[in-house]
C-alpha cells in the first residue's frame, strides 16, 4: 500500500486572502495527486510563516515578497537578512550567506491582485456600507467615487484586519436588508471560500497589479518530491536554471568602484541577475545588506567560484551578533551609571515593598555573601516578560527601574517608551535609537504605525523583554498637576494630588502588540524621600543635582504590583491573532482599559498619599527589602570597561572639580 503524503502549507493568514491564492496556486497540482493531502495553515505575520518552516509546523510557507505597484515587502527583506545572515556557511566564511537555517527559497508564485465587489444585494446600486482591509480603499479610490457620484449617496467604509475578513462579516448578518446594503471588497479566493457571490470584478484602479511569493521550504532531501524555483515559461517547459538569493555586505564602500568590482564577478561567471534591493543595515547608518536574485547556468561550479572570489570583497552580516552586542552594551551602560552613582553622588538605598506577601515570597531572593559582617545581597527574581508601568516623579525615573532590571538579570533587554524631543540629545539619543527605544511625538495617528513596527521590531529581538511605559506621559510638576486636575474634571473624573491621570493609547497598543509574548504587567509606585505632597520631587532631585553635584535622594521607596491582562481584562482580545482591529472594536477596547487602569492609578494615589504621611508604602508589620544603589561586584566595572578604564579616574576628577567649583 501506498504512503500517504501530507503536505502542510503556512501562509499569511486568514483563508481567502491573496497569500492563500499563492499557496494554492502554488500546490494545486499536488491537491488531484493520489495519497497526496494538502493542508493549507493561516499564520499570524510574515514573521510566523518563516518561523513555522524553521520549527517544523509546516512544510512550506508562502510569503509576500515584492509588488509591481507598491515595490519591496519591506518586512519580508527584513526577516531575509536576520535569518540569512544567522549562520555561516563551511566554505563562504565572512562572505555571502546563500541560504538560510534549515530551509530555503524553493519556488516563486506571481499573484494578479484583484478586487471584486462581493455581496447577496441583488441590486449593488443600493449598497451604502462597505468591509474591506484600509489599503484596499486607496487602491479602489476611483471606483468607490464614481460609485458615489452615479448613486448620489454616501458609502460607509468598514476597516477589516484582511479582506478575507470583510467576506466573513456578510456572513453574519442576518437582517435581510442590512444584507441588501452591505458589500465586501476582496479576491476571488475569499468569494468562493465563503461563498458570496461577486456582483462586480476587477473594481481596483490599476489593473495589472501584482505580488510575487517566494515559497519557503527545508533544505536537503527530506521530502518526496521537489519543486522548481523557476516558473513556467511561455513554451510551457520548465528551465534547467535556478535563481538564488544572496545577501552581503561591501566590505570597503569608501573605495571608488567596490559595487562594480562585486557585480563583474557575477558577469565573469556568465550568472544573470535578476535584481539587485538594499536594506538598511542595523549594523551602522548609511551602510547598506544588498539582496541580489542571480540565476545560475549549466556550468555547475560557476556560482561556487564566483563566490569565492567575493570573498574579499564583501563580509557577512550576522544581525543576532549585532544585538547581542547591542545588548551587552545596554548591560554594561547601566553598569555604569549604577557605578558612577555610587562612587560620585550620596548613598541611595532602595526599598522595594509588595501588594502582598506571595509576591514578596515569589520575587525576592537572598544571594549569601559567606563573609562576616558582609552585607546579603538581594537576587530580583521577577517575570522577564513583562509590560513595566509607573507613577512619573522624576527625569531619572527609569534609571533606577533600570537597576532593578540588572538586579533581575535582564538589563540587556530593556526598553523605554519616551518623548520624540529625547531622540534629539546629542550622542544619548543616538544610543538610545539604537536600543530601539519607542519615541513618541504624542500624535495618535502619527504614533500608532510606528508604534507597531516598533514593538513587533522589539519582538523579533529577543522573546524576553521589560518594556517600561510611563502611563502619565510626563513626571508630577505644580503646572502638569493643574492640567490633570482640569481634565478630571472635565471628565467626570476624581482629582488626584499624588499622581497624574494615566494615558491609555501608547499602554493598550503595547499591550495588544506585546500580548503574544506576555501579558503580564509588573505595576511600580515610586516615592522620593525628603519632601512631601505640596513639593515637587522632579524640583529637588534634578538632572544636575543627581548627575553633576552628586545629591541623589537617600532613599528611592517602590512598591511592586502585578498583574495578567488576560484575567484582569478577558473581554479584550489578547491572542495578537489580527494586526489590525476595527475601529469600532478599538474604540470599546480602549474604553475598557482606560476605564481598568484608571482604577489603578485612585489605587496608586492612595498609596502615595499614605507614603507622604508615613514614608514607606507598607502598613504595620510588611516587610521591606532594602538594596544598596551599587553594583553586584565591583569587578564587573573592570571586566566591562577594563580597555577604557584608565578614563575613569579623569571622568571622577572632573565631576569632583565640578561639584567643588559648584558649591
Not at 476605564?595 to 507614603?611: G, L, Q, R, S, V
Request: include cysteine; aromatic fraction near 12%.
Amino acid at each position: 500500500m501506498t504512503e500517504e503524503i501530507i503536505i502542510k502549507v503556512g501562509y499569511l493568514g486568514p483563508p481567502g486572502t491573496y497569500s492563500h491564492q499563492a499557496a494554492i496556486q502554488q500546490f494545486r497540482e499536488y491537491e488531484s495527486q493520489l495519497n497526496t493531502t494538502v493542508i493549507y495553515k493561516p499564520q499570524k505575520s510574515i514573521s510566523s510563516c518563516f518561523t513555522s518552516v524553521q520549527d517544523g509546523t509546516v512544510d512550506y510557507s508562502l510569503v509576500p515578497f515584492e509588488n509591481s505597484s507598491n515595490g519591496q515587502v519591506v518586512l519580508t527583506y527584513d526577516l531575509f537578512r536576520d535569518w540569512f545572515t544567522n549562520s555561516l556557511s563551511e566554505s563562504a566564511k565572512n562572505v555571502v550567506q546563500t541560504e538560510i537555517p534549515k530551509f530555503k527559497v524553493i519556488s516563486e508564485q506571481f499573484v494578479p491582485i484583484h478586487h471584486n465587489l462581493i455581496t447577496f444585494s441583488k441590486d449593488i446600486k443600493k449598497i451604502t456600507k462597505i468591509y474591506s482591509h484600509p489599503q484596499v480603499w486607496t487602491q479602489c479610490r476611483r471606483f468607490l467615487s464614481d460609485y458615489e457620484l452615479d448613486n448620489n449617496i454616501k458609502v460607509e467604509k468598514l476597516d477589516t484586519s484582511s479582506t478575507s475578513k470583510a467576506v466573513e462579516n456578510l456572513l453574519s448578518i442576518k437582517d435581510d436588508n442590512e444584507r441588501e446594503t452591505t458589500a465586501a471588497i476582496a479576491s476571488s479566493t475569499a468569494s468562493e471560500i465563503h461563498n458570496v457571490p461577486i456582483k462586480l470584478a476587477n473594481v481596483e484602479d490599476f489593473h495589472g497589479n501584482t505580488t510575487r511569493f517566494l515559497c519557503l521550504g527545508l533544505k536537503g532531501g527530506e521530502k518526496k518530491f521537489t519543486l522548481n524555483i523557476t516558473p513556467e515559461t511561455n513554451e510551457n517547459k520548465i528551465s534547467d536554471h535556478k535563481m538564488h538569493l544572496l545577501t552581503f555586505i561591501i566590505k570597503n564602500n569608501d573605495n571608488f568602484g567596490s559595487l562594480c568590482d562585486i557585480l563583474a564577478k557575477f558577469k565573469k561567471y556568465n550568472l544573470n541577475l535578476q535584481t539587485i534591493t538594499t536594506r538598511p543595515s542595523v549594523d551602522r547608518a548609511w551602510q547598506y545588506v544588498f539582496f541580489v536574485e542571480v540565476w545560475d547556468n549549466k556550468e555547475k561550479t560557476a556560482l561556487s567560484s564566483c563566490i569565492e572570489e567575493l570573498e574579499p570583497l564583501v563580509v557577512e552580516l550576522s544581525v543576532n551578533a549585532i544585538q547581542k552586542m547591542l545588548d551587552y552594551s545596554k548591560k554594561n551602560f547601566v553598569i555604569l551609571l549604577t557605578f558612577c552613582s555610587s562612587m560620585f553622588s550620596s548613598p541611595t538605598k532602595i526599598i522595594l515593598s509588595f501588594r502582598t506577601k506571595e509576591l514578596s515570597k515569589r520575587y525576592i531572593h537572598v544571594n549569601k555573601t559567606g563573609k562576616e559582617g558582609g552585607n546579603n545581597r538581594l537576587k530580583l527574581t521577577f517575570d522577564p516578560s513583562a509590560v513595566i508601568i509607573s507613577n512619573h516623579q522624576i527625569y531619572s525615573d527609569w534609571f533606577f527601574i533600570w537597576f532593578l532590571a540588572y538586579l533581575n538579570n535582564c538589563s540587556d533587554h530593556f526598553f523605554i517608551v519616551m518623548k520624540k524631543s529625547l531622540k534629539k540629545i546629542p550622542i544619548l539619543g543616538y544610543g538610545m535609537t539604537n536600543y530601539n527605544f519607542v519615541f513618541l511625538s504624542r500624535n495618535w495617528e502619527l504614533d500608532k504605525n510606528y508604534m507597531i513596527k516598533q514593538f513587533n521590531t522589539i519582538k523579533t529581538i529577543s522573546d524576553k523583554f521589560w518594556m517600561l511605559i510611563f502611563p502619565e506621559g510626563t513626571n508630577m510638576s505644580h503646572s502638569n498637576r493643574i492640567k490633570s486636575h482640569k481634565f478630571a474634571a472635565k471628565n467626570d473624573l476624581p482629582k488626584q494630588d499624588c499622581v497624574l491621570l494615566p494615558r491609555i493609547k501608547g499602554l493598550y497598543v503595547a499591550c495588544k502588540e506585546l500580548a503574544p509574548n506576555t501579558t503580564k504587567i509588573i505595576d511600580f509606585t515610586i516615592g522620593y524621600s525628603e519632601h512631601g505632597k505640596d513639593e515637587m520631587a522632579q524640583d529637588i532631585f534634578t538632572l544636575w543635582k543627581i548627575y553633576i553635584l552628586g545629591e541623589s535622594p537617600q532613599h528611592v521607596s517602590i512598591l511592586v504590583d502585578e498583574f495578567d491582562l488576560k484575567k484582569e481584562l478577558p473581554s479584550i482580545d489578547w491572542s495578537g491573532s489580527e494586526d489590525f482591529v476595527p475601529t469600532e472594536e478599538e474604540e470599546r477596547e480602549l474604553n475598557t482599559m482606560n476605564i481598568w487602569i484608571n482604577e489603578k492609578w485612585e489605587k496608586k494615589e492612595k498609596d502615595m498619599d499614605y507614603y507622604y504621611k508615613t514614608g514607606q508604602f507598607n502598613e504595620g508589620e510588611e516587610e521591606q527589602f532594602e538594596i544598596d544603589l551599587k553594583l553586584n561586584s565591583s569587578w564587573e566595572i573592570v571586566y566591562v570597561y577594563l580597555p577604557s578604564f584608565v578614563l575613569v579616574p579623569v571622568i571622577g576628577s572632573v565631576w569632583a572639580l565640578t561639584k567643588y567649583l559648584m558649591s
